[in-house]
């Protein structure tokens, strides 16, 4: 399957305004994606109306989330199910920091139904972060039946190895974002104990976007997404 799992929604405020439920969901059948997940900074609330238009264009949704944690470091949350996705939408509601914001400085945080009409903004500022640890993030995101990914993790300011220098050990992550296939390496080697076989790697591409949503060159086979969920079975 060719996939793209990191896509902004226009909930996201750096994300464009034309990245809107249809337009991401026809973009990536346009381009030949068989699945994708929309993962906007904090927030979950795109992902209704997301869920349906994906089903309209014969796309596979991956319910998604990009979260900052107190050490800015970025965790992407991935759901098997709707449900799971809006339950950590709670745990989400009770963590984030909240600011208010200028729209005009910042950009939109548009909340969709289905045929592309803005329902709500978001009142808080979303690119900002949780109250919580990037440990208890990830214990969140289990907790609601989720997979947690390591964002960007290399070389780029919220990944883990910009924000604390290293991977902890102990962490217990389920996949590693990069993205070129040399930034493995990177990770291998000053992590002697991540092995690259048994790791799911993502590149995906943080589209904000519609002309970044990924062209069909990264493939994952069935086997290894689930392998994201294992610690849930
Ligand atoms: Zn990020
Ligand atoms: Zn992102």
């Known amino acids: 399957m060719h996939y793209d799992l990191h896509i902004h929604s226009c909930l996201s405020p750096c994300a464009d305004d034309d990245m809107t439920p249809n337009n991401i969901c026809n973009m990536a059948a346009i381009k030949g ?25 014969g796309i596979r949704l991956i319910y998604g989330c990009e979260l900052q944690t107190i050490e800015e470091v970025h965790v992407l949350g991935y759901f098997r199910t709707l449900n799971d996705a809006l339950g950590m939408q709670e745990w989400i509601d009770k963590k984030l920091i ?4 200028d729209p005009k400085y910042f950009g939109h945080e548009l909340i969709m139904n289905e045929k592309d009409e803005v329902i709500a903004e978001e009142k808080a500022l979303l690119i900002t972060s949780l109250d919580a640890s990037l440990e208890e993030t990830v214990e969140s995101i289990h907790h609601h039946g989720g ?11 919220n990944s ?10 102990d962490l217990p992550y389920d996949g ?6 040399e930034d493995m390496s990177v990770i291998e080697k000053s992590h002697p104990w991540i092995n690259k076989d048994s790791t799911v790697w993502l590149m995906d591409s943080d589209a904000h976007r519609l002309i970044d949503i990924s062209e069909p060159i990264h493939e994952i086979c069935e086997a290894q997404l689930q392998r994201l969920w294992r610690r849930n079975l």
């Not at 997979?147 to 300011?157: E, I």
């Open 147 to 157: 997979a947690a990914v390591l964002a960007h993790a290399v070389g780029r300011t």
């Open 176 to 181: 590693i974002e990069v993205k070129k296939e």
């Open 98 to 101: 909240r600011t208010e914001y």
């Open 33 to 57: 994606l068989d699945v994708i997940a929309v993962t906007d900074h904090n927030s979950c609330r795109n992902l209704p109306a997301v869920d349906r238009c994906a089903a309209k264009a």
């Open 160 to 169: 883990i190895l910009v924000q604390l220098g290293f991977i902890p050990k």
